[in-house]
């Protein structure tokens, strides 16, 4: 057996919150059970919305919380060639496609909800001829690039995963993925060359993760995780599923809602064992 690693990785797209405060503390706990590594990672791929500023408040307020880590961390900006070179891998499979519209048009074709709720492509772009597709690109067109996810099951057949936890008295299950319900999901993106699906399964399999900590509303996504290590011919790392920290009216905590920042919440005198004891560890 590999030594456990996990990581904790926010994006430094705002300051921490409590829900962030229990996802790393979840982490570090595990970690600790496992006799195993805790690692940091950035995932600040988002130019538009990722500031330099919020990456060093992360490991400031990390830091206070008590946690520590080894160096360097792992910055996604940096690792563009590595998304480049996993998408090329799937390309060179035949699993992806240019596509071309826009979020409106997304919406207005789509064939349902996914998972979290979002428009379901319709698969307008998939019919376009090979022809049709490089004359717009050549034209300059943006493109993001999706996977034909039925034809990716087709190659790996029926895919399953270990979920552990998410305490330590539960036994270990074995889940079905159904990746089928995202459709063919973004594996470009339009301003970057990976999405957020690309990038966390070519990270988690560079930093050797052994066990993935993240929250419940990541679950459903898992399932297209484990079908991209698949093609990719990566390891796949047992999930741990947590549960959310929730505001007063039953909701995410969200940095876009503006929920009490960690620093916010030092400022009024909160003390890093108050914050723990809040999440409950
Ligand atoms: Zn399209």
């Known amino acids: 057996m ?15 919150h409590l829900g962030h405060a229990y996802s790393a503390l979840f ?10 590594t805790f690692l940091l990672r950035l995932e600040d791929i988002d130019p538009a919305r990722c500031r330099p500023e919020f990456a060093d408040a992360i490991y400031e307020d990390l830091h206070w919380l008590g946690l520590g880590w080894p160096e360097p961390v792992m910055v996604q900006s940096e690792r563009i060639p590595a998304y480049l070179a996993a998408a090329d891998r799937l390309r060179a ?19 349902g909800t996914d998972p979290d709720g979002a428009p379901l492509y319709g698969g307008t772009c998939r019919h376009l001829t090979e022809r049709e597709a490089t004359d717009r690109l050549a034209h300059g067109e943006a493109a993001q690039y999706r996977l034909r996810t039925d034809a990716a099951l087709a190659l790996t057949g029926p895919i399953s995963f270990t979920v552990a936890g998410p305490t330590p008295l539960d036994r270990p299950q074995i889940r079905y993925a159904r990746p089928e319900r995202w459709g063919d999901v973004v594996i470009q993106r339009k301003d970057v060359p990976a999405s957020y699906h690309l990038s966390v399964v070519v990270d988690d399999a560079a930093q050797e993760i052994t066990h993935v900590t993240r929250g419940v509303d990541m679950e459903a996504a898992t399932d297209i995780h484990v ?4 093609l990719l011919g990566l390891g796949q790392p047992i999930y741990t599923f947590h549960k959310l920290i929730l505001d007063a009216d039953g909701k995410k905590l969200s940095k876009s809602k503006g929920s009490r920042t ?3 919440l030092r400022e009024s005198g909160w003390t ?10």
Do not use: K
């Not at 890093?272 to 560890?281: D, K, M």
């Open 272 to 281: 890093a064992e108050r914050v723990r004891t809040e999440v409950g560890f």
């Open 2 to 16: 590999p030594s456990p690693i996990l990581r904790f990785a926010p994006s430094p797209n705002g300051h921490l």
């Open 93 to 111: 499979l035949g699993l992806l496609y240019p596509c071309f519209c826009s979020r409106s048009e997304v919406a207005e074709q789509a064939i």
């Open 27 to 36: 982490t570090d706990f595990w970690a600790q059970r496992l006799g195993g």
């Open 262 to 264: 960690l620093r916010s």
């Open 227 to 230: 079908l991209l290590q698949m």
